[in-house]
């Protein structure tokens, strides 16, 4: 049976665990009479764990007792909830009931760990498969108890259990994105040092002018890339926080169309291409974040001229029957694939198409655009085929004002 001095050995071996400390507090409320008390009578045992019970109950970790071989004495319903099961884990092995496995993939016994232990306390982060394929990122607490206040008296372990799949997850996505960032930045800042240094031989050489001038022209291309990439990632950054406030307004849709579309004209222009803007009668006024509605669409028609040889961009704006302001640009441009459309949104995603590896680009406009699509609680979609061009689509709905 596990006891009182047991349990506040455990939590005072758990460093940092804030719900242990509670449970800790709790009991050195109890005076060392009551204390001696409660292990002299099974009575008063019985109403020991029935106040454990009640306080791990109320932690959000789970938390599990077991005796010196790892069968379970007492555990609470975070357990039950971590494991998915609502079978009875009394006097179970802890190896019955978690089926661990490491980053590599090895197979790891519970009881291993609890073996490991002699004093104090240790913590890992390990993987629990419920079937093949489906598993969960675990990190468990183990500290080393004192099952009762004798010297002769038996050892047990207390285990603190929670799910950290999200946030490995997370860590993997970061580590990955790192990666992918790194490698992008390397290549532009690698091409425009070796032009700047052959134009800065050439100058030395007396080397044709035209040489010269197509090595920096290379070169500002490349920092003109590098400076894309970071205001991208900077407004990456702006649209994962959840701190970030975004800043509502009233606006006339057709009227922010009208403003964006003449700053694109001589691009268009450049390239032989059509751009106009259009509005539909009646187009209803919105609550929304102008300043990352401009963004979306400024980041649509900049992939629309890009990705278009020869035609038209058409910039289009109505309302539909919910109020939304529903805005689409359509090119005659290459297109996209099907199988390219699925993965259109994605970080860093750059189609196949050889045409579309001729347009420099950074990977992240459009995975940007649909983050900033995300906090304004709008809806993107993509309709395309190959040689025939794209049409991208936003609904944007109406934040209503906070009372």
Do not use: C, W
Not at 109 to 127: M, Q, Y
Not at 359 to 383: C, M, P
Request: charged share 25%; proline share 1%; hydrophobic share 40%.
């Amino acid at each position: 049976m596990i006891t009182l001095h047991g349990i506040v050995l455990a939590a005072t071996y758990i460093v940092g665990s804030v719900s242990v400390a509670l449970l800790v507090s709790q009991y050195r409320r109890i005076s060392d009479e009551e204390r001696v008390l409660l292990d002299k009578t099974s009575k008063e045992s019985a109403l020991e764990r029935q106040r454990l019970l009640s306080l791990i109950n109320n932690m959000g970790e789970a938390v599990v007792a077991t005796d010196g071989e790892g069968k379970i004495i007492i555990y609470n319903a975070a357990v039950l909830e971590l494991l998915d099961t609502n079978q009875t884990l009394d006097n179970k092995s802890l190896d019955s009931i978690l089926k661990l496995k490491n980053a590599s993939g090895k197979s790891v016994k519970a009881t291993s760990l609890l073996e490991n232990i002699k004093t104090g306390a240790t913590n890992t982060d390990l993987v629990h498969e419920f079937a093949p394929g489906d598993h969960m990122n675990i990190y468990i607490n183990i500290a080393s108890i004192k099952l009762g206040f004798k010297d002769e008296s038996g050892s047990g372990f207390i285990i603190i259990m929670r799910d950290i799949t999200k946030e490995k997850s997370l860590e993997e996505e970061r580590d990955e994105f790192i990666s992918v960032v790194s490698h992008e930045l390397r290549t532009p800042v690698a091409i425009a040092e070796g032009n700047i240094s052959n134009a800065v031989f050439a100058t030395g050489k007396k080397a044709d002018k035209k040489l010269v001038k197509s090595a920096l022209t290379e070169a500002h291309d490349q920092v003109v890339f590098l400076s894309n990439m970071i205001n991208d990632l900077a407004t990456l950054s702006r649209a994962e926080r959840a701190d970030v406030k975004v800043e509502y307004s009233t606006l006339d849709p057709a009227e922010l169309l009208h403003t964006i579309v003449p700053e694109y004209e001589q691009d268009a222009k450049d390239k032989g291409l059509k751009l106009s803007g259009s509005a539909a009668k009646d187009v209803k006024k919105i609550r929304t974040s102008e300043l990352y509605l401009r963004e979306i669409l400024q980041n649509f028609i900049t992939n629309s001229l890009k990705y278009t040889k020869k035609g038209t961009v058409l910039v289009h704006v109505r309302s539909n029957l919910a109020g939304d302001a529903v805005f689409s640009v359509t090119d005659t441009g290459i297109g996209l694939s099907k199988s390219d459309q699925k993965h259109i949104f994605e970080k860093f995603f750059r189609s196949e198409d050889f045409r579309t590896r001729e347009s420099s680009g950074t990977g992240l406009g459009l995975y940007v655009t649909a983050k900033l699509a995300h906090k304004l609680g709008a809806e993107i979609t993509v309709e395309s085929k190959l040689n025939k061009g794209s049409t991208f689509t936003i609904r944007v709905p109406s934040i209503k004002k906070k009372s």
